[in-house]
């Protein structure tokens, strides 16, 4: 081993094959923490209530939204299903169809946002990652207050 330096920091790292999940650091103070485990996963029965939710949400449509508005209204609700649905949910999507009902039809985008916000919709963005989740909870308005 080589002597011990009186003053001054010198930190050096020779750093070798490190697998996909390691986590490597270098340095004076540093914490790290790592989470195993597999994403959540949708249930079965999750997946027949959230298509129940969007069958609840185009029949709200159908009762509630002027004719001239109505199919574009329910175009717009099979564009949202296929984002959450999507292997990775496509948040743009999401908020391009929240904002559309917001801004064309606001007596029903309450019901539209309501059902974006929903846990199960959530739990489908955690599956697509950290960085996904964290995006939605910006885009949504769901961060925590601190």
Known sequence: MSEEKKSGDNIS???????????????????QSQVHGAPPVMTEAEMVQLRQMFEDLKAKIAQDVPPAEK???????DELQEA??????????????????VKNLPSVAGS?????VHPLVGKL???????????FRKRFGLEEKS
């Open 71 to 77: 199919e574009k209204a329910l175009e717009r609700v």
């Open 112 to 116: 539209v946002v309501g059902l974006i």
């Open 13 to 31: 790292a020779t750093i070798g094959d490190v697998s996909d999940r390691s986590q490597v650091a270098v340095g004076h103070h540093i914490k």
């Open 84 to 101: 959450v649905t999507a292997k990775e949910p496509d948040l743009t999507t999401m908020e391009y169809v929240r904002n559309w009902f």
């Open 125 to 135: 963005v955690e599956v697509g990652g950290d960085a996904l989740a964290s995006t």
